[in-house]
């Protein structure tokens, strides 16, 4: 029989025991729904969380330091291969753009950090700054701010931490769950002017008026000192930054915030120049260490060796995301496990229906083959209905579980507003888990309509025609 | 009445040859023989009756020659086919192209209208809808139920009902016309409408119709030819002269509208 016969067929049958078909295509949708959930859910949290460490620049980026350094400080993760510290390569301008050229990155900055004295009506308030590239503008730190981004890279503006704001304002900050409006906060301090004070570094050949001047400990470069100059920069509040800075890693853990080439062209002394008094005393910038952004995540580990090739040091959390994706998997089978349970119940409904119209039309099978219904002819008919129950339940189904996801979507959003979270997406319905749903929801029929199928086809049409 | 005449001479215009046909099938301990050894002959275009009474294997006889039952044992060749050796799927092609059936009870679906019901067999051959629809609508036509092929079966007379029957049992232009008991459920009037049909599309179409039934005297009116069965065996097989002789009446009662 042609396809289209037989689905209109199907369909006619369908309709002729509507009340228990229409039953058993609903437990097939609440079978198709729980999946749909189960599964939507798994994959919102996944994105939820994939979004979340994308935005937080971490996964994605590969810290690269001397290696001198990554062994002061203790952490040295790497043994493996790579230069000894004695090869290790100074992290300086011509190495960062090195990195930049590098297959597969997208920039390579300086980490710029300092503590600093900021004056905001003539009240000294002592801080970290931090330098903040202008692709930072996408980071999710900034996603709740008031204001704007920096204007240009170099240009004398500064953002601010909420806690900072509210310590310019003269507010204790809340403890607990912070109920502060952050509108509020920089509705005052928008455009107004901050005062920092920095130490500048020169090459000890400049003339300057307070001098304090540092001499080389030996080493490679012989006689080399530098001046420590104060300075002070204006600075214009463009914007204030939600974030809690304890929440987030690498440049954005602070409570100031600079344009990166601002910083770096003030040359202001950090707390590594002392141990590295050489290079510092060297005209070209030297970085105690550099952030390098990766197109994607899953290149990090290719650019990590070859970073590491060049003789530096390298630490990215992919190892962390690594068993994160185990984590993911494990939970995702678990949830389509779960989600299937019900999917497999309602297939049994499939049997018992088609069993039970078996039964009814037995007069009916054998009318078909006594006009010459072929067996394959009588189980494509059957093979049709439990395939349109399929397809029929599994649409509903994935409606029924989209509107699931909606309602608790937005139970919890309602939920965490309460709490004065922002809301978010953790429900995700893509187009493949849709034709997944029911794909799936169809095949499961089809395979719940191959023994009721076999079993008509195989009737005795004489004792079917008997049959009243 | 005349005794049939011998198979041999008719080898070229024989539509149904069985031989030493038998159907036995175990029910409980004991061995049922339904068809016990029947051979029999039948011409291209002939029109015969099974009698019998009940029990005696006419209906059995008629479902094998159907393709609807295979034997126990013996042969029964069809149009050249020899069904015992027909695969399931060639079996049921030979019932869809070859065979065309009516039932005492009608066997209409309930579920469908008229028309339906009479397509149904041009669904199973795979020919197209709109062809399909200009076929039900002309065989319904040549039954007189053209103005009623929307109607479900339940909405019809036994007659009706049996009349769309037939539409549909000739809807593929089968060379056999295999009928069981068509009058079992009908009025007497109704009944010869029915036959008179029958015998129209065996004179007009040259279909050969086999016809089981347990009233001797519509056999005698309609038949050319009777074949008795009692107990499963073959006990008399004759010539009805009257039919074979008088070949044309005015039959046209119940024909086209």
Not at chain 1, 119 to 146: C, V, W
């Amino acid at each position: 029989m042609k396809i289209p016969d037989l689905a209109e067929l199907a369909l006619r049958n369908l309709r002729e025991s509507l009340l228990r078909n229409s039953l058993t295509t609903v437990g097939i949708s609440v079978g198709v729904a729980s999946l749909v959930a189960m599964l939507s859910l798994g994959i919102g949290l996944q994105q939820l969380f994939s979004r979340r460490l994308a935005k937080s620049g971490l996964f994605d980026t590969v810290l690269v330091t001397s290696r001198r350094d990554l062994r002061g400080m203790g952490r040295d993760r790497d043994d493996r291969g790579g230069p000894t510290p004695g090869e290790s390569r100074v992290l300086d301008e011509p190495a960062r753009q090195e990195i930049e050229r590098l297959p597969n990155v997208l920039e390579a900055y300086p980490d710029i950090r300092f503590p600093t004295e900021l004056r905001y009506e003539d009240k000294p308030h002592l801080t970290m700054i931090s330098a903040l590239p202008s692709s930072a503008k996408s980071n999710d730190a900034f996603e709740g701010m008031q204001g704007s981004f920096f204007s240009s890279d170099t240009a004398a503006e500064v953002i601010l931490q909420k806690t900072f704001a509210e310590e310019l304002l003269g507010k204790t900050p809340a403890r607990g769950i912070d109920e502060t409006n952050v509108a509020d906060l920089a509705r005052p301090l928008l455009g107004k002017e901050l005062t920092m004070l920095y130490s500048q570094r020169e090459p000890s050949s400049t003339q300057s008026s307070s001098t304090a001047a540092v001499a080389s400990a030996g080493g490679d470069v012989v006689g080399a000192a530098y001046s420590v100059v104060s300075r002070e920069l204006k600075l214009k509040i463009v914007g204030v930054s939600d974030q809690d800075p304890e929440t987030m890693r690498g440049p954005t853990r602070a409570k100031v915030f600079l344009p990166l080439k601002l910083a770096q062209n003030l040359h202001v002394m950090q707390p590594t120049d002392l141990r590295e008094v050489s290079r510092a005393a060297s005209d070209q910038p030297v970085y105690s260490s550099v952030s390098v952004r990766v197109k994607n995540p899953a290149q990090v580990k290719l650019v990590e060796d070859a970073v590491k090739k060049m003789g530096f040091g390298t630490f990215s959390i992919l190892d962390a995301s690594r068993g994160l994706q185990l984590v993911f998997t494990v939970l995702f089978a678990f949830l389509g496990i779960f989600g299937s349970l019900a999917l497999i119940v309602a297939s049994i409904g499939i049997v018992n229906t088609l069993v039970m119209a078996i039964l009814e039309r037995r007069r009916e099978i054998g009318i078909m083959k006594a006009i010459g219904a072929s067996d394959g002819d009588v189980k494509a008919i059957f093979f049709a209905e439990a395939g349109s129950m399929g397809i029929l339940g599994g649409i509903v189904g994935v409606v029924f579980g989209w509107g699931i996801g909606q309602v608790i979507n937005m139970a919890t959003n309602l939920y965490l507003k309460s709490q004065s979270f922002p809301p978010e997406h953790f429900w995700a319905v893509p187009w493949w888990l849709v034709a997944f749903a029911i794909l799936f929801a169809f095949f499961v029929s089809l395979l719940s309509g191959l023994y009721p199928a076999g079993r008509a086809a195989r009737l005795d049409p004489v004792q079917a025609l008997r049959y009243e | 009445m005349t005794t049939a005449p011998a198979i041999s001479n008719a080898r070229a215009t024989v539509a149904i040859h069985s031989e030493n046909l038998c159907r036995h099938y175990r029910m409980g301990d004991t061995l049922i023989r339904a068809v016990d050894g029947v051979s029999l002959a039948v011409r291209a275009g002939e029109f015969v009756a099974l009698l019998g009474s009940s029990g005696s294997g006419k209906s059995s006889v008629l479902n094998l020659i159907a393709g609807l039952d295979r034997p126990t044992s013996g042969s029964v060749i069809v149009q050249d086919r020899d069904l015992a050796k027909l695969s399931r799927e060639e079996l049921a092609k030979y019932r869809l192209h070859v065979v065309g059936m009516v039932f005492q009870s009608f066997n209409l679906i309930a579920s469908m209208t008229l028309a339906e019901n009479v397509e149904l067999p041009l669904r199973f051959a795979e020919v197209d809808r709109s062809q399909r629809q200009n076929l039900a609508s002309e065989a319904l036509g040549r039954v007189g139920l053209r103005a009623r092929m929307n109607h479900r079966p339940s909405e019809l007379s036994g007659g009706e009902q049996q009349r769309a029957a037939l539409a549909r049992a000739l809807i593929n232009r089968p060379q056999l016309l295999l009928a069981d008991e068509p009058t079992g459920n009908l009025d007497s009037h109704t009944g010869t409408e029915i036959m008179d049909m029958v015998r129209q599309f065996n004179r007009e179409l040259g279909m050969t119709v086999m016809m089981v039934t347990h009233e001797r005297a519509l056999a005698e009116r309609y038949a050319q030819r009777m074949i008795f069965l009692a107990d499963g065996k073959l006990i008399d097989d004759r010539i009805n002269d009257d039919q074979v002789n008088t070949p044309t009446e005015d039959v046209h009662k119940g024909g086209r509208s």
